[in-house]
């Protein structure tokens, strides 16, 4: 049901994005998907990595600020609206959302979310039947 | 003009006398009521008795602001509670402050001190003196009030801030001195025109500035926006506040107020007197205060003294406007701070490193206070609203420790020099 995300903490400079990029190639880490917010000096990038413990290993070394959080990710129909109707029962339990992000893996539609109370999300995914992706469900179709 | 004729143009000699008969009683007493003081003459096996002429204070031991802070909040003090009649504060490291008790005897002194120094610049009763230093803990405000009431001044208690009020009141009621930092008086004269005002409506003769170093070149620009003659007060809140030492006219030294304070001049390193003109740390010896006397209190201000008789027809002893600090405490906004402070706190709260930057600016001659603080690499918030939340929380945490307003950036780990030998923490861009 949850999945190791990373968060790294990025300053606002040129260049900055591609320099941690480089450090996961170098490691031949693979990035399943990727997302930063943003803010006005700074932003937190958001990955689904291959070997989450050896990337943060490697960032460490490197000295970016970086640690692992649980996250959610449901996997979604893929007609029009399956987002949507997973989130009106999220609406209905009265959970709001910190963050959100989709992607594609194969043929599957992933979507991982964080809302402001974990227990309650889970008993809405368990309650409702919601399909969940593992981190090994990502590996086995590479 | 002269307030006090018999004390600030006494013979060298008699002044001299004079030093030697209240030091003498002072270590009499501070032996006898400090516990602090006692311990000290013994470990230095120093006893009253041994102490003949002010040429004796060599014997004696220094007092630095870590005993202040060490003997929080009244240890010092040398006499009953009951006789203080007023205590002052200043904000101090680690939340402690050091504080300063005055009896009725210290306040009446310090009521002349002030009335010497408005004087020295050129006030009298005819003037309306607008004090716009903080009135409160802070002895600015509450210190110099007294001393203008003393020679008949008309008072405008207005405080600190407020620019808008500060100019209507400054305007309506025709001030003609202005008491508060320079900062803060450039600040003024810049907001002028911004507030629709023009020199000509303002009575303004004379500034009495002070609370923070400023240069020569300052007083002239402070001088020409103004149309004013801009005078140094200097004074610290622990030897007494506002007042031990003022500018005259001739604008060629301070005159310390050495009849209650005996000033010397040590070197930085092996803390020995050195001579007339020749720059070291600014010690003072409070001769005649009750509530907290202190004994040879290092202030760190750099400065040298003139004892040659000034231009002006005071004896007194003039001390160099001050040049800077043997130590590393910063003044913003009239606040003393010491970069160990934020260390401090950052260690306290342990969410981020405790490597930081701090960079002070002047926007609209006011200090601006950015501090740039390093992310732990293995201890990220989650979202960025926690991550913000905790920037709020060090600029909280770090405002109610230092008093200071301070803007706080949260940085990537080792990206703050961290190079060897002395770390640079503190990047001053105020100087112009």
Redesign the interface.
Known sequence: MTIRQL?????NKTGHLNEILSVLARNNININALTV???S????LRMLVSDPEKAVEAL?EE?????I?EVLSLEMGAAPGSMSKILDLFTAAGLFI??VYAFSFGSKSVLVI?TNNKEKAVEVIEKNNLKTIRESDLKATL | MIWNEKIECMSRNQMRDLHSERLKELVNRTYNNVAFYRKRMKDLGVKPADIHSIDDIVKLPFTYKTDLRDNYPFDLFAVPMKDIVRIHASSGTTGKSTTAGYTQYDIDNWKELISRCLTMSGINSGDIIQISYGYGLFTGGLGIHYGAENIGCTVVPVSGGNTRRQLQIMSDFGTTVLACTPSYALHLADALTEHGYSLKEMKLKVGIFGAEPWTDNMRLELEKKWGINAFDIYGLSEIMGPGVANDCIEHAGLHVQEDHFFPEIVDSHTKLPVRDGTEGELVFTTLTKEGIPLIRYNTRDLSTLNHEKCACGRTMVRMKKITGRSDDMLIISGINLFPSQIEHVLLEMGETSAHYMLYIDKENNLDTLELLVE??????M????D??MLSRKIENALNSAIGLNVKV???????IAHSEGKVLRVIDRRMK
């Open positions: 968060s790294v903490f990025v300053e917010a943003d803010s000096d700074y932003g937190l460490q000295h970016y600020s970086v640690r959080h910190e963050y964080r | 992310m732990n690499e293995s201890n990220l989650e979202t960025i609203r991550l913000q950036r949260l940085v990537e780990p080792k990206t």
